[in-house]
């Protein structure tokens, strides 16, 4: 008897604790964090007792309420706190109400601000539930409806901004009112004060100057009587309006001059002996002492700022709780009965205490841990009988807690996050196919969630089946990488649209008709009705004669509804029918609701939702064979749906075949997702993806160059229009334009705009995911020399490349007349962009371009004329003005003069090209090669040159968007989304190796000195680190620290140690990465750190690969030697992360690069903020005293930084020191003893030639590492700097089908730096030698695209072996390198109309080169500067050749500079020298042809047109002039005589190609022509002209 009563005792305990869990678990509490200044995570909580008719009314107020508080807050602390993002939670009971997103943990008992119906006691006054004592946070405040939308009640308690800060003071920081109350017994509202005679009453408050005003009877309005000094009952202070004290804001807080708190100092001192609450509570002490006691400020926590932030508001709205029993299953629980109680406790709470629409999951643990029940909705008793049975009584084993919690946050958090993933989601459910379990199993089905937006597809399991639970948690990480951009879209309505297609029909858009639509089924809570008929409607109006629409609304609060809708000889019958839930639906009732109009009259299809209903029988299956087509998936379309379950039967009585045909669509499904992974992870920017038409991801960053005082006209001319009455707009009209010129292809469907960390004044929509400058494809920044305000796409690759980025500048943003020279902004953004996404060219000549000339003479007829360069449809008419004059032009031998410009009129036939006057009005299409657009290729415009005469739009339809009839045209396209972003600091996760192999050649050494110097001196303070080592498994050492000291840094560094051993599991370190570490953070980056190939045992690299993906971190990886795992390449692709590869004999260097690499993520700097490094070497010899210099330029030299590493202590057995160029020494190194690095500091360096030298023990086995670094010599400089890639990218590569080209980017600022030295230094993994010393040149030859441009390039093409190649750029100049400042402008004005667009004629000043930039950037040598000497470095990252060249593959590259001249027999040729391998080495010859007809020269007829051209120099031959045979780079002169003196009025066309010693011939150069006019009358002839035209 006792033991019964012992577990009826425990089984009441234990369920009664249950409940309370249940409770908290449903309102778990948001923690409130003052974070950076700002407090983050405050929950305004609206009650479900307030009616929802004050919806937006206490919404708006709340806003208003809290973010003008947030202000007075700020000043009130004193500059160091303010409101940043608020959450407002609205009662699940308001249903006709738009939110954000819905809650995660937020609720209403945990809130911090309650909205609530009144009180007695209170009325609508603001309080704060304060039940403790001094310091302790209050329990909640408490605010009226009425308060918040009744400005006339609101005043009776002050302004509502003070009201709030009041009450958040005895909230947050527990201090009280500094006031009396009326007849309190404890605080009066008067007491007398003895301080002074004689004695006087005061009244009963804290302020820093005595307030004026009068004692008032409270009854009669005169003044107040008193009694034995002090003043009657009724009696009331009266302040004076104006006052000139300014605090307390505990006191008298409405009148205007209060707004500070009082403090015990001189600023606002505090009135100790006034008997109010605060001083009774809190012992005397100030309220400001008291506040600043509390952790938001001890310490100089969130130290003052400048200015605050607008504060952020997301409103959200509770949905039911997910419960996961972790159940202790062990031997010890058989103990004392234990095991019976808990089954008994937790079948009752299953059955009697969880609420309905609650889910439940149980996990057993003993040893290991198991699911036992998935995640399951409570939605009637048969579902808690079936919970409750599982929990039965059978214990035994070990005790593994952390099993049991793993499997909670690992297998059923996944379908936790499923629920809000799908309903913050727009999303159409397609049931697959069904399968029962035992009695003991829930029903389970698929559910596929299309993203409208995304086309990702999510699966929900109900059984707990580990197919399932692994096809779950897979496309639930696809679903939760995207759901954030979702959740902001939409606003979700408690209702399911269902949609059930037969033989691969659809159902119709809102807007379209129903003429393919079968059957329409909307599934809906009682109010979706009456707040969706207009859409219901809608969608009806929409059906087809015959057509039967049926619309299923359940639980209708009035039942007996039956609506018909006619639409002239049109019914759709919308019904209330909803099938009683304890029984079959007859079938002929069924029969009724699902008939359908069909190509097969007699087919018939069964609809079952499975709420608590059972399943009906299907009559006929959805297809004969397949559940879905591929198809039908694609042209899914819903309007507005939410979460539901729901199947379709197929007809068969096998069980088989319908696990037969689940799996198979399943199949189908995933090879649908693999290949959407597999596009977005090599879109031409990793972030950009043409999904069903619309672009989503494009980024618009704008540098912290940019003051912050454009922000709001910047934001708005992205999206829309960028001053209040222009008439011009940038992304969001740009859409359209798209559209139509790609033939209705794509449009901008999602766009993100990046403001930078340093802009906190400006609002934005959220923090930023992945998004970053660097990365970013559209950069608003500070204009440059050469091209001012003009937009231009930085494009270094070459045809079908993608650009790196678009550049606009917020003058060109923001001044609609600057804007106005260079065209529409829409058509001036599409322009931009065909450059930078599909890697096309402007179809249009530049003045005084040596490559595309303005003018061009066209052969095709007689008589030949001379003609505009520019591609059209249709001919374009207009005038030739002169630029200087404004008349027509003057010609020179048949061609227009220099200063020629052409003047097109407003009004044309021709709608093409976009690529040349794009802003003409009729302008919409690219040029093409059909009959529509057709192209013009001969024209020498740059878009011929580097595309082979192909048509822009032939290399647009051949991009991934739109080959293979990818992305086909549709009927509309949609408004641009635009989501307004800010970056915060980057968290690291540090996934480092230590499995046996890292003991090999130091490597576990070499990565703990680089590691350690990493925290210790470069990662920037405010950025979070967390430390995972893997071997055989993975243990998190150190979880996610925030670096806001040196203490911190000091703590982590001494985390990593040298110790290795075991196996290599990069897959687990990965795992816990995303999972323990970085889940839900912003800004995410892991740095995984490895040598050797991972174990053959799962989880494996390519087990992880979507996990990583779907979670948004980059990964940068660094591969250690030569056995380092393939797949690490290939994950940072993937991630938009970066690679690099560290040689075994790497002293250091490129180790610390590569953890320099990872810094790219962090929030940019000011280019003058940002470190440079000027120097870096390694040294490994038996020298005693190592000596070198480095130079220190006149672009930089602030806070210069000096540091020496050794892999030992003991091999520096002297300091380093510096000598300045004076030869002063500088003897001030300091020694960190947790990386070995010695630093020496100089705020101002001098510029010239430094010198260090450092003692060493002379141990040639040692090493040391020596970098130098400096910021811009003022705040306000631009130094030099250098960046360097290649190619390849951060992946692996064929180099026989995809040559790399090596970059260096040299610039100062934003402006080219010409005429420097610069050699990439290419090291091979397995290559213990020296590094592959490759020349990069800016001479628009070869690899590189436009001379000038500040962009050096070269071709890889020497390769030792297949492996990682790793790249560093090293810069210098002994002085002869020049800035590019800009062009010599003129003072003269424009007066002539062909000013209205550049395209025809500059914005700049006349007398200069209009507009940039052709083949080459010109220079004005008069106003460059000279860099003086300087030297830089860079790393370029590393990448992996799969395949290499053997023997001979490379041709040489197309020469494109040739030039001729001619005159009676005489031609002379000019060019570069192109190289034996495309711009390296030298080639063996040239075969020189000439023709009168240029067909003739083109690639395809060179060779077999020997009939109808003239062979002038064949490669034998040229194989014997030496002067010809010249090293790539060089110029080279050939001069030769013809055999027939040339003939007047005729064309003489001139092409080579190079051959190399292995046969490979370049293609075919540029064509050059000389037509020579007839001679002049003989009164009038002065001698023969020539006429040179460069024409492809």
Same mark, same amino acid.
């Given at each position: 008897?006792?033991?019964?009563?012992?577990?009826?005792?425990?089984?009441?305990?234990?369920?009664?604790?249950?409940?309370?869990?249940?409770?908290?678990?449903?309102?778990?509490?948001?923690?409130?964090?003052?974070?950076?200044?700002?407090?983050?995570?405050?929950?305004?909580?609206?009650?479900?007792?307030?009616?929802?008719?004050?919806?937006?009314?206490?919404?708006?107020?709340?806003?208003?309420?809290?973010?003008?508080?947030?202000?007075?807050?700020?000043?009130?602390?004193?500059?160091?706190?303010?409101?940043?993002?608020?959450?407002?939670?609205?009662?699940?009971?308001?249903?006709?109400?738009?939110?954000?997103?819905?809650?995660?943990?937020?609720?209403?008992?945990?809130?911090?601000?309650?909205?609530?119906?009144?009180?007695?006691?209170?009325?609508?006054?603001?309080?704060?539930?304060?039940?403790?004592? &001094?310091?302790?946070?209050?329990?909640? =405040?408490?605010?009226?409806?009425?308060?918040?939308?009744?400005?006339?009640?609101?005043?009776?308690?002050?302004?509502?901004?003070?009201?709030?800060?009041?009450?958040?003071?005895?909230?947050?920081?527990?201090?009280?009112?500094?006031?009396? @109350?009326?007849?309190?017994?404890?605080?009066?509202?008067?007491?007398?004060?003895?301080?002074?005679?004689?004695?006087?009453?005061?009244?009963?408050?804290?302020?820093?100057?005595?307030?004026?005003?009068?004692?008032?009877?409270?009854?009669?309005?005169?003044?107040?009587?008193?009694?034995?000094?002090?003043?009657?009952?009724?009696? %009331?202070?009266?302040?004076?309006?104006?006052?000139?004290?300014?605090?307390?804001?505990?006191?008298?807080?409405?009148?205007?001059?209060?707004?500070?708190?009082?403090?015990?100092?001189?600023?606002?001192?505090?009135?100790?002996?006034?008997?109010?609450?605060?001083?009774?509570? &809190?012992?005397?002490?100030?309220?400001?002492?008291?506040?600043?006691?509390?952790?938001?400020?001890?310490?100089?926590?969130?130290?003052?700022?400048?200015?605050?932030?607008?504060?952020?508001?997301?409103?959200? %709205?509770?949905?039911?709780?997910?419960?996961?029993?972790?159940?202790?299953?062990?031997?010890?629980?058989?103990?004392?009965?234990?095991?019976?109680?808990?089954?008994?406790?937790?079948?009752?709470?299953?059955?009697?205490?969880?609420?309905?629409?609650?889910?439940?999951?149980?996990?057993?643990?003993?040893?290991?841990?198991?699911?036992?029940?998935?995640?399951?909705?409570?939605?009637?008793?048969?579902?808690?009988?079936?919970?409750?049975?599982?929990?039965?009584?059978?214990?035994?084993?070990?005790?593994?807690?952390?099993?049991?919690?793993?499997?909670?946050?690992?297998?059923?958090?996944?379908?936790?996050?499923?629920?809000?993933?799908?309903?913050?989601?727009?999303?159409?459910?397609?049931?697959?196919?069904?399968?029962?379990?035992?009695?003991?199993?829930?029903?389970?089905?698929?559910?596929?969630?299309?993203?409208?937006?995304?086309?990702?597809?999510?699966?929900?399991?109900?059984?707990?089946?580990?197919?399932?639970?692994?096809?779950?948690?897979?496309?639930?990480?696809?679903?939760?990488?995207?759901?954030?951009?979702? &959740?902001?879209?939409?606003?979700?309505?408690?209702?399911?649209?269902?949609?059930?297609?037969?033989?691969?029909?659809?159902?119709?858009?809102?807007?379209?008709?129903?003429?393919?639509?079968?059957?329409?089924?909307?599934?809906?809570?009682?109010?979706?009705?009456?707040?969706?008929?207009?859409?219901?409607?809608?969608?009806?109006?929409?059906?087809?004669?015959?057509?039967?629409?049926?619309?299923?609304?359940?639980?209708?609060?009035?039942?007996?509804?039956?609506?018909?809708?006619?639409?002239?000889?049109?019914?759709?019958?919308?019904?209330?029918?909803?099938?009683?839930?304890?029984?079959?639906?007859?079938?002929?009732?069924?029969?009724?609701?699902?008939?359908?109009?069909?190509?097969?009259?007699?087919?018939?299809?069964?609809?079952?939702?499975?709420?608590?209903?059972?399943?009906?029988?299907?009559?006929?299956?959805?297809?004969?064979?397949?559940?879905?087509?591929?198809?039908?998936?694609?042209?899914?379309?819903?309007? $507005?749906?939410?979460?539901?379950?729901?199947?379709?039967?197929?007809?068969?009585?096998?069980?088989?075949?319908?696990?037969?045909?689940?799996?198979?669509?399943?199949?189908?499904?995933?090879?649908?997702?693999?290949?959407?992974?597999?596009?977005?992870? !090599?879109?031409?920017?990793?972030?950009?993806?043409?999904?069903?038409?619309?672009?989503?991801?494009?980024?618009?960053?704008?540098?912290?160059?940019?003051?912050?005082?454009?922000?709001?006209?910047?934001?708005?001319?992205?999206?829309?229009?960028?001053?209040?009455?222009?008439?011009?707009?940038?992304?969001?009209?740009?859409?359209?334009?798209?559209?139509?010129?790609?033939?209705?292809?794509?449009?901008?469907?999602?766009?993100?705009?990046?403001?930078?960390?340093?802009? $906190?004044?400006?609002?934005?929509?959220?923090?930023?995911?992945?998004?970053?400058?660097?990365?970013?494809?559209?950069?608003?920044?500070?204009?440059?020399?050469?091209?001012?305000?003009?937009?231009?796409?930085?494009?270094?690759?070459?045809?079908?490349?993608?650009?790196?980025?678009?550049?606009?500048?917020?003058?060109?943003?923001?001044?609609?007349?600057?804007?106005?020279?260079?065209?529409?902004?829409?058509?001036?953004?599409?322009?931009?962009?065909?450059?930078?996404?599909?890697?096309?060219?402007?179809?249009?000549?530049?003045?005084?371009?040596?490559?595309?000339?303005?003018?061009?003479?066209?052969?095709?007829?007689?008589?030949?004329?001379?003609?505009?360069?520019?591609?059209?449809?249709?001919?374009?008419?207009?005038?030739?003005?002169?630029?200087?004059?404004?008349?027509?032009?003057?010609?020179?031998?048949?061609?227009?003069?220099?200063?020629?410009?052409?003047?097109?009129?407003?009004?044309?036939?021709?709608?093409?090209?976009?690529?040349?006057?794009?802003?003409?009005?009729?302008?919409?299409?690219?040029?093409?090669?059909?009959?529509?657009?057709?192209?013009?290729?001969?024209?020498?415009?740059?878009?011929?040159?580097?595309?082979?005469?192909?048509?822009?739009?032939?290399?647009?339809?051949?991009?991934?968007?739109?080959?293979?009839?990818?992305?086909?045209?549709?009927?509309?396209?949609?408004?641009?989304?635009?989501?307004?972003?800010?970056?915060?600091?980057?968290?690291?996760?540090?996934?480092?190796?230590?499995?046996?192999?890292?003991?090999?050649?130091?490597?576990?050494?070499?990565?703990?000195?680089?590691?350690?110097?990493?925290?210790?001196?470069?990662?920037?303070?405010?950025?979070?680190?967390?430390?995972?080592?893997?071997?055989?498994?993975?243990?998190?050492?150190?979880?996610?620290?925030? =670096?806001?000291?040196?203490?911190?840094?000091?703590?982590?560094?001494?985390?990593?140690?040298?110790?290795?051993?075991?196996?290599?599991?990069?897959?687990?370190?990965?795992?816990?990465?995303?999972?323990?570490?970085?889940?839900?953070?912003?800004?995410?980056?892991?740095?995984?750190?490895?040598?050797?190939?991972?174990?053959?045992?799962?989880?494996?690299?390519?087990?992880?690969?979507?996990?990583?993906?779907?979670?948004?971190?980059?990964?940068?990886?660094?591969?250690?030697?030569?056995?380092?795992?393939?797949?690490?390449?290939?994950?940072?692709?993937?991630?938009?992360?970066?690679?690099?590869?560290?040689?075994?004999?790497?002293?250091?260097?490129?180790?610390?690069?590569?953890?320099?690499?990872?810094?790219?993520?962090?929030?940019?700097?000011?280019?003058?903020?940002?470190?440079?490094?000027?120097?870096?070497?390694?040294?490994?010899?038996?020298?005693?005293?190592?000596?070198?210099?480095?130079?220190?330029?006149?672009?930089?030299?602030?806070?210069?930084?000096?540091?020496?590493?050794?892999?030992?202590?003991?091999?520096?057995?002297?300091?380093?020191?510096?000598?300045?160029?004076?030869?002063?020494?500088?003897?001030?190194?300091?020694?960190?003893?947790?990386?070995?690095?010695?630093?020496?500091?100089?705020?101002?360096?001098?510029?010239?030639?430094?010198?260090?030298?450092?003692?060493?023990?002379?141990?040639?086995?040692?090493?040391?590492?020596?970098?130098?670094?400096?910021?811009?010599?003022?705040?306000?400089?631009?130094?030099?700097?250098?960046?360097?890639?290649?190619?390849?990218?951060?992946?692996?590569?064929?180099?026989?089908?995809?040559?790399?080209?090596?970059?260096?980017?040299?610039?100062?600022?934003?402006?080219?730096?010409?005429?420097?030295?610069?050699?990439?230094?290419?090291?091979?993994?397995?290559?213990?030698?020296?590094?592959?010393?490759?020349?990069?040149?800016?001479?628009?030859?070869?690899?590189?695209?436009?001379?000038?441009?500040?962009?050096?390039?070269?071709?890889?093409?020497?390769?030792?072996?297949?492996?990682? @190649?790793?790249?560093?750029?090293?810069?210098?100049?002994?002085?002869?390198?020049?800035?590019?400042?800009?062009?010599?402008?003129?003072?003269?004005?424009?007066?002539?109309?062909?000013?209205?667009?550049?395209?025809?004629?500059?914005?700049?000043?006349?007398? !200069?080169?209009?507009?940039?930039?052709?083949?080459?950037?010109?220079?004005?040598?008069?106003?460059?500067?000279?860099?003086?000497?300087?030297?830089?470095?860079?790393?370029?990252?590393?990448?992996?050749?799969?395949?290499?060249?053997?023997?001979?593959?490379?041709?040489?590259?197309?020469?494109?500079?040739?030039?001729?001249?001619?005159?009676?027999?005489?031609?002379?040729?000019?060019?570069?020298?192109?190289?034996?391998?495309?711009?390296?080495?030298?080639?063996?010859?040239?075969?020189?042809?000439?023709?009168?007809?240029?067909?003739?020269?083109?690639?395809?007829?060179?060779?077999?047109?020997?009939?109808?051209?003239?062979?002038?120099?064949?490669?034998?031959?040229?194989?014997?002039?030496?002067?010809?045979?010249?090293?790539?780079?060089?110029?080279?002169?050939?001069?030769?005589?013809?055999?027939?003196?040339?003939? @007047?009025?005729?064309?003489?066309?001139?092409?080579?190609?190079?051959?190399?010693?292995?046969?490979?011939?370049?293609?075919?150069?540029?064509?050059?022509?000389?037509?020579?006019?007839?001679?002049?009358?003989?009164?009038?002839?002065?001698?023969?002209?020539?006429?040179?035209?460069?024409?492809?």
């Amino acid at each position: 008897m006792k033991r019964q009563m012992s577990l009826a005792m425990a089984t009441v305990v234990a369920t009664a604790t249950l409940a309370m869990l249940a409770r908290l678990a449903t309102a778990t509490h948001a923690s409130v964090s003052l974070m950076s200044n700002g407090y983050e995570g405050p929950v305004v909580a609206i009650s479900p007792s307030v009616d929802e008719l004050y919806a937006v009314d206490v919404i708006d107020s709340i806003k208003k309420t809290i973010g003008e508080a947030s202000e007075v807050m700020f000043r009130a602390t004193r500059q160091r706190a303010f409101f940043r993002d608020v959450k407002i939670l609205l009662p699940k009971t308001w249903t006709k109400t738009a939110y954000d997103q819905v809650a995660v943990t937020e609720n209403f008992q945990d809130s911090d601000i309650r909205v609530d119906v009144s009180n007695a006691v209170y009325g609508n006054q603001p309080y704060t539930e304060q039940p403790g004592g &001094c310091g302790d946070p209050g329990r909640y =405040i408490h605010l009226t409806p009425d308060y918040l939308t009744d400005d006339t009640e609101a005043a009776k308690w002050g302004p509502r901004d003070k009201t709030f800060v009041h009450e958040w003071a005895r909230l947050r920081w527990g201090v009280f009112d500094e006031i009396g @109350y009326p007849d309190d017994p404890k605080y009066p509202l008067f007491y007398m004060d003895f301080s002074n005679y004689p004695f006087v009453s005061k009244p009963n408050y804290c302020a820093n100057q005595e307030l004026t005003g009068s004692k008032m009877d409270n009854t009669t309005g005169d003044l107040c009587n008193e009694l034995n000094g002090l003043p009657t009952a009724t009696c %009331r202070f009266d302040p004076d309006a104006s006052q000139v004290a300014n605090s307390s804001l505990m006191s008298y807080y409405y009148l205007s001059s209060i707004e500070e708190f009082c403090d015990s100092t001189t600023r606002t001192p505090h009135v100790a002996d006034a008997p109010n609450r605060h001083n009774e509570k &809190c012992g005397r002490s100030s309220v400001w002492e008291v506040i600043e006691s509390h952790a938001d400020f001890t310490g100089g926590a969130n130290p003052p700022v400048s200015s605050s932030m607008p504060t952020r508001f997301t409103v959200v %709205r509770q949905e039911e709780a997910k419960f996961a029993l972790v159940l202790d299953y062990s031997g010890s629980m058989a103990s004392y009965d234990r095991i019976l109680k808990l089954q008994m406790a937790a079948r009752r709470w299953i059955l009697h205490e969880v609420s309905m629409g609650s889910s439940v999951a149980i996990i057993k643990f003993t040893s290991t841990a198991t699911l036992v029940a998935g995640l399951t909705t409570i939605n009637n008793d048969a579902t808690r009988q079936s919970l409750a049975q599982i929990i039965d009584s059978m214990a035994g084993g070990g005790t593994c807690i952390g099993c049991g919690l793993q499997m909670a946050i690992g297998n059923v958090s996944s379908v936790f996050g499923v629920v809000p993933c799908v309903l913050l989601s727009v999303i159409i459910c397609v049931l697959l196919g069904v399968m029962f379990c035992d009695s003991l199993c829930v029903i389970f089905c698929f559910v596929m969630c299309l993203f409208v937006l995304f086309g990702v597809m999510v699966c929900v399991v109900e059984c707990h089946i580990l197919l399932c639970q692994i096809w779950c948690h897979f496309m639930y990480l696809i679903c939760t990488s995207f759901s954030a951009t979702l &959740c902001n879209l939409f606003s979700v309505v408690s209702s399911t649209l269902f949609a059930v297609m037969s033989k691969g029909s659809i159902m119709a858009a809102q807007d379209k008709a129903f003429s393919q639509a079968e059957i329409l089924h909307i599934d809906a809570n009682p109010d979706y009705y009456n707040k969706h008929q207009e859409t219901i409607d809608h969608l009806a109006s929409g059906c087809q004669e015959n057509d039967k629409i049926t619309i299923h609304l359940t639980e209708l609060s009035r039942p007996d509804m039956i609506i018909k809708k006619n639409h002239g000889n049109k019914t759709c019958l919308m019904t209330d029918k909803v099938a009683p839930s304890d029984k079959n639906m007859p079938a002929e009732d069924f029969d009724k609701l699902s008939q359908y109009r069909s190509e097969d009259k007699d087919q018939r299809l069964k609809y079952q939702s499975l709420t608590p209903r059972r399943f009906y029988e299907c009559r006929k299956s959805l297809r004969e064979n397949n559940v879905l087509s591929q198809e039908v998936f694609r042209k899914l379309r819903c309007v $507005t749906c939410n979460i539901s379950t729901a199947v379709i039967c197929s007809e068969g009585s096998s069980l088989e075949m319908k696990r037969q045909m689940s799996l198979a669509m399943a199949t189908v499904v995933a090879t649908a997702t693999l290949a959407m992974l597999a596009r977005l992870a !090599t879109a031409t920017h990793a972030s950009v993806s043409l999904m069903s038409n619309g672009y989503e991801g494009p980024v618009v960053a704008i540098s912290p160059s940019v003051d912050e005082l454009y922000s709001v006209d910047v934001i708005d001319s992205i999206k829309a229009c960028g001053r209040r009455k222009c008439e011009e707009k940038t992304i969001g009209e740009a859409s359209e334009v798209m559209f139509r010129a790609t033939r209705q292809r794509a449009f901008f469907r999602d766009v993100k705009i990046l403001l930078p960390k340093t802009w $906190t004044k400006t609002a934005y929509d959220q923090v930023a995911v992945t998004e970053n400058f660097q990365d970013s494809d559209i950069r608003v920044d500070v204009s440059n020399a050469v091209y001012g305000n003009q937009p231009y796409t930085e494009q270094p690759g070459g045809c079908g490349d993608p650009g790196r980025y678009i550049h606009l500048t917020p003058d060109y943003l923001t001044d609609d007349t600057e804007a106005a020279k260079w065209g529409p902004r829409d058509k001036t953004f599409v322009h931009e962009w065909a450059r930078l996404r599909w890697g096309v060219f402007d179809e249009i000549g530049y003045p005084d371009d040596p490559k595309y000339p303005l003018f061009y003479m066209d052969f095709s007829n007689y008589p030949f004329v001379s003609k505009p360069n520019y591609c059209a449809n249709q001919e374009l008419t207009g005038s030739k003005m002169d630029n200087t004059t404004g008349d027509l032009c003057n010609e020179l031998n048949g061609l227009p003069t220099a200063t020629c410009r052409f003047d097109p009129d407003a009004s044309q036939v021709a709608n093409s090209s976009l690529m040349s006057y794009y802003y003409l009005s009729s302008i919409e299409e690219f040029c093409d090669s059909t009959t529509r657009t057709p192209h013009v290729a001969d024209a020498p415009n740059r878009h011929n040159e580097k595309c082979g005469r192909s048509s822009v739009w032939e290399v647009i339809e051949s991009h991934a968007d739109f080959t293979g009839g990818a992305n086909p045209p549709v009927s509309s396209s949609m408004p641009t989304r635009f989501t307004v972003v800010r970056q915060e600091e980057a968290k690291f996760a540090l996934v480092l190796d230590y499995s046996g192999s890292m003991a090999s050649y130091d490597r576990i050494l070499k990565l703990q000195m680089a590691a350690r110097r990493w925290i210790l001196h470069e990662v920037s303070m405010g950025s979070s680190v967390a430390i995972i080592k893997f071997t055989s498994t993975a243990t998190l050492v150190a979880g996610l620290t925030t =670096i806001n000291n040196d203490a911190t840094r000091q703590s982590l560094a001494q985390i990593i140690d040298s110790m290795a051993g075991g196996g290599t599991c990069i897959g687990c370190g990965l795992q816990m990465a995303i999972g323990n570490v970085l889940n839900g953070q912003r800004n995410a980056v892991i740095l995984l750190i490895t040598d050797g190939q991972e174990n053959p045992t799962p989880p494996r690299m390519s087990d992880v690969m979507s996990d990583v993906i779907a979670s948004g971190a980059r990964v940068v990886t660094i591969a250690f030697g030569e056995s380092a795992d393939p797949n690490l390449e290939l994950l940072a692709k993937n991630t938009n992360g970066k690679t690099f590869t560290v040689k075994d004999t790497d002293n250091g260097n490129q180790l610390n690069d590569a953890f320099l690499g990872a810094l790219t993520y962090q929030p940019g700097e000011v280019l003058a903020e940002t470190l440079i490094k000027i120097y870096e070497t390694d040294y490994q010899g038996a020298n005693r005293v190592f000596t070198e210099q480095f130079t220190v330029d006149a672009s930089l030299g602030r806070d210069l930084t000096f540091k020496l590493e050794t892999n030992t202590p003991s091999h520096v057995v002297s300091r380093p020191h510096l000598l300045r160029p004076d030869g002063t020494k500088i003897d001030s190194a300091t020694f960190d003893s947790t990386s070995n690095t010695y630093a020496i500091t100089e705020a101002m360096a001098d510029v010239g030639q430094w010198t260090y030298s450092v003692g060493l023990s002379g141990s040639a086995s040692n090493s040391i590492s020596v970098s130098v670094s400096a910021k811009a010599r003022t705040p306000n400089g631009e130094p030099i700097r250098t960046s360097a890639w290649a190619s390849a990218g951060s992946g692996s590569v064929n180099a026989v089908t995809n040559p790399v080209i090596v970059y260096a980017e040299v610039k100062q600022g934003n402006n080219p730096v010409v005429g420097a030295r610069v050699k990439a230094l290419i090291s091979e993994t397995s290559s213990a030698g020296a590094p592959q010393e490759l020349e990069l040149h800016d001479n628009g030859n070869g690899g590189d695209s436009q001379a000038g441009d500040g962009i050096y390039s070269g071709y890889l093409t020497k390769y030792s072996s297949v492996g990682r @190649y790793s790249v560093k750029a090293q810069v210098w100049s002994d002085g002869g390198a020049l800035v590019n400042n800009g062009f010599t402008t003129s003072r003269r004005k424009r007066s002539h109309k062909a000013a209205r667009y550049v395209r025809s004629v500059s914005a700049h000043p006349l007398g !200069t080169t209009p507009y940039c930039c052709g083949s080459v950037v010109p220079l004005d040598p008069a106003t460059a500067t000279p860099t003086g000497n300087f030297t830089r470095v860079a790393p370029g990252g590393s990448f992996q050749v799969t395949v290499i060249p053997t023997g001979d593959s490379f041709a040489p590259s197309r020469v494109t500079d040739l030039h001729m001249t001619l005159e009676k027999t005489n031609l002379s040729l000019t060019w570069t020298a192109t190289g034996d391998d495309f711009d390296t080495g030298t080639v063996s010859g040239y075969e020189i042809r000439m023709a009168h007809n240029a067909t003739h020269l083109h690639e395809d007829a060179f060779d077999s047109a020997a009939n109808a051209t003239t062979l002038l120099l064949s490669v034998a031959e040229s194989a014997n002039l030496t002067l010809l045979l010249v090293e790539a780079g060089r110029k080279v002169a050939l001069e030769l005589t013809l055999e027939e003196e040339v003939k @007047y009025d005729t064309p003489y066309l001139v092409a080579l190609r190079a051959v190399d010693d292995a046969g490979n011939k370049s293609l075919v150069s540029n064509i050059v022509s000389v037509l020579i006019p007839p001679p002049p009358p003989p009164a009038d002839k002065t001698g023969l002209s020539l006429t040179l035209i460069v024409i492809g």
